[in-house]
């Protein structure tokens, strides 16, 4: 499996950013798709994810602002990401785990089997 990110850059607060993430070695349907993020001296946070079912999940922190979605065929992993604040700083990375018909409910939203290398977010005030 090969996660590999894009689309992170500098922003102002308020912009938008979409990351994309080109996934090789796995098909979507038996996989849990997600976007966690790490900002230096913090916890990783799982940022939102997207079950083969259709089941999304977000963060309390990104809720109405993101959102995350998917291209089976070209198995590429979205986050369009708006109204970006400075708390949004952060590495993101692309993850997968494969689980029982790729779903997400039940599952944790940080602990994944495979991780990108990440793509930096700025958002400055």
């Known amino acids: 499996v090969q996660l590999v990110e894009s689309g992170g850059g500098s922003v102002q607060a308020g912009g938008s950013l979409r990351l994309s993430c080109a996934a090789s070695g796995l098909t979507f349907s038996t996989y849990c798709m997600g976007w966690v993020r790490q900002a230096p001296g913090t916890e990783r946070e799982g940022v939102a994810r997207?079950?083969?079912?259709?089941?999304?999940s977000y963060a309390d922190s990104v809720k109405g602002r993101f959102t995350i979605s998917k291209d089976s065929r070209e198995k590429t992993l979205y986050l369009q990401m708006n109204s970006l604040k400075p708390d949004d700083t952060a590495m993101y990375y692309c993850?997968?785990?494969?689980?029982?018909?790729?779903?997400?409910?039940?599952?944790?939203?940080?602990?994944?089997?495979?991780r990108g290398q990440g793509t930096q977010v700025t958002v400055s005030s």
């Open positions: 997207i079950g083969s079912d259709g089941f999304t």
């Open positions: 993850v997968a785990d494969r689980t029982l018909f790729g779903r997400c409910s039940g599952r944790s939203a940080t602990d994944f089997g495979y």
